[in-house]
């Protein structure tokens, strides 16, 4: 009986494959890195983005109670706007758009900020019925521009193509 001899064609079949199964976990590996790292950037970006908010609006919550105290110290009295806008006019960036409505702005950050607008009411005591929340939201202050052309084909190559039909 002779020994049965393996063929060169077997054995470079099997290295190809391995190599080719090596190379495709390289390559998922790969993507599962860069995936990640893609991951790990954006919850940073929320992380910031969220941390911002919360500091402007517990600013702005402490700016409330401010305005709560002021409103609960000249309840009842016979001048209590009056009162009210000679304490608060200008201290922490409050102003008044009416004799009735105040507002302020707490930055967010360089692009947003925090909008709050506040319409007193000429209530007796009750800390609850001092005032009413008109405005609480969170506005843009850089200002988009969509009409930012991007430059795709140069007017010289696009006038040899319309000028070819």
Same mark, same amino acid.
């Given at each position: 009986?002779?020994?049965?001899?393996?063929?060169?064609?077997?054995?470079?079949?099997?290295?190809?494959?391995?190599?080719?199964?090596?190379?495709?976990?390289?390559?998922f590996a790969v993507l599962s890195v860069v995936s990640a790292r893609a991951d790990?950037?954006?919850?940073?970006?929320?992380?910031?983005?969220?941390?911002?908010?919360?500091?402007?609006?517990? /600013? +702005?919550?402490?700016?409330?109670? @401010?305005?709560?105290? =002021?409103?609960? *110290? #000249?309840?009842?009295?016979?001048?209590y706007l009056d009162d009210v806008r000679t304490d608060l006019d200008g201290t922490?960036?409050?102003?008044?758009?009416?004799?009735?409505?105040?507002?302020?702005?707490?930055?967010?950050?360089?692009?947003?900020?925090?909008?709050?607008?506040?319409?007193?009411?000429?209530?007796?005591?009750? /800390? +609850?019925?001092?005032?009413?929340? @008109?405005?609480?939201? =969170?506005?843009? *202050? #850089?200002?988009?521009?969509?009409?930012?052309?991007?430059p795709v084909l140069g007017s010289d190559e696009m006038n040899e193509l319309l000028?070819?039909?």
């Amino acid at each position: 009986m002779q020994p049965r001899r393996k063929s060169f064609l077997s054995t470079g079949i099997t290295s190809i494959v391995l190599i080719f199964v090596l190379l495709c976990l390289l390559t998922f590996a790969v993507l599962s890195v860069v995936s990640a790292r893609a991951d790990y950037k954006l919850s940073e970006k929320n992380t910031t983005r969220t941390t911002e908010y919360y500091e402007a609006e517990n /600013t +702005a919550n402490d700016i409330l109670l @401010k305005i709560s105290t =002021v409103l609960s *110290t #000249h309840a009842g009295s016979s001048a209590y706007l009056d009162d009210v806008r000679t304490d608060l006019d200008g201290t922490d960036g409050i102003s008044f758009s009416s004799a009735s409505q105040l507002q302020y702005y707490v930055t967010i950050n360089e692009n947003q900020r925090l909008f709050v607008s506040l319409l007193l009411t000429n209530a007796s005591s009750d /800390t +609850a019925g001092l005032y009413q929340i @008109k405005a609480w939201k =969170v506005e843009n *202050t #850089h200002e988009w521009n969509n009409d930012t052309p991007v430059p795709v084909l140069g007017s010289d190559e696009m006038n040899e193509l319309l000028s070819e039909e």
